[in-house]
């Protein structure tokens, strides 16, 4: 069972289809050091290998917090540009599998999600907030830049001009103004609870599926409108060879629901 695991920095709880990872460190805002990282990781690759877990919610012990960002205290330990760059690599890792997952992820935002806090979230599919949430990179003001894929990431998902405004300002962004530019989907007042109503909708639908709309997605963002549209048509064939493809068809044509089995 996932969550009988034993980790310092997260937890994971698993209902049936649903895992929730949570990042937990009191008395620092969930700030991510290089323990938590590497635990996100392990535990990540875990909750992909177990075949019952069909969306991950990720998510920040508290009220106050879903993540402040990499842990400062650490950057005192950071002294050449090797140091600083293999931090960066190491970090952008972390968020890439998590990008990478086959399975749909959903990054449940309460509180502060600052630097690299935000940087986890925008590394899943969908953000939901609790109205409570504030999101920035306010890297800038620490002399830095993101360095766990948000100048990527938060462009491509917003717009170079939003996301050169809130990197350049360092500003914090409330869960209304965020919802209004399209960096969160969902602002709730209970972010977990409606992170929970998201991945039901999602569990509702063909698992190949989704992991396929998600790799057209993910590579279609880097490359032409015409390379995408072949890499869509690619990911289409490989769905109209699954059973799961024949059994939709079928439960609509006869008015039943489907039943699934992700082949
Ligand atoms: N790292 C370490 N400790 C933190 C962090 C953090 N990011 N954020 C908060 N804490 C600690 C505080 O030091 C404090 O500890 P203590 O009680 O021992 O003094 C405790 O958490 C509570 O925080 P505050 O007392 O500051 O709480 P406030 O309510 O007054 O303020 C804020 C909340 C506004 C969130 C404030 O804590 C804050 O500004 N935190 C830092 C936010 C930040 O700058 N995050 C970005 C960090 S940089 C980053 O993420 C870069 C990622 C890419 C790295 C690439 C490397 C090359």
Redesign the pocket.
């Known amino acids: 069972q996932l969550d009988e695991l034993e980790f310092n920095t997260v937890q994971i709880d698993q209902h049936g289809p649903i895992a929730v990872l949570t990042i937990s460190r009191p008395?620092?805002?969930n700030?991510?050091?290089a323990e938590t990282l590497s635990e996100i990781a392990r535990a990540v690759d875990l909750i992909v290998e177990d075949a019952e877990v069909g969306v991950l919610i990720i998510t920040g012990a508290g009220e106050?917090?879903f993540v402040?960002?990499?842990?400062?205290?650490e950057?005192t330990q950071?002294q050449s540009v090797y140091d600083?760059?293999e931090?960066?690599l190491s970090?952008q890792d972390v968020m890439s599998r998590i990008a990478g997952l086959p399975i749909p992820t959903i990054a449940a935002v309460n509180g502060?999600a600052?630097?690299?806090?935000l940087?986890l979230a925008l590394a899943c599919d969908v953000r939901v907030a609790a109205g409570t949430a504030r999101l920035g990179?306010?890297?800038v003001?620490?002399g830095?830049l993101?360095?766990?894929g948000?100048t990527q990431r938060l462009a491509r998902l917003i717009g170079a001009g939003r996301a050169l405004d809130m990197m350049l300002t360092a500003r914090?962004v409330p869960a209304e103004e965020a919802l209004g530019m399209g960096l969160v989907n969902y602002v709730a007042d209970d972010a977990l609870t409606r992170a929970r109503e998201v991945a039901e909708l999602m569990l509702r639908n063909a698992p190949i599926a989704l992991s396929l709309v998600k790799e057209a997605v993910r590579r279609g963002l880097d490359t032409s409108l015409e390379a995408g549209l072949e890499i869509e048509a690619d990911m289409f064939g490989l769905a109209t060879a699954t059973a799961d493809f024949k059994e939709g068809v079928d439960a609509f044509l006869n008015k039943r629901r489907p039943a699934f089995q992700g082949e």
């Open positions: 008395g620092a805002l700030a991510l050091n106050k917090a402040a960002g990499a842990d400062i205290s950057f950071v600083g760059r931090l960066a970090g502060y600052l630097g690299g806090g940087e990179l306010p890297e003001g620490l830095l993101p360095g766990f948000g914090q």
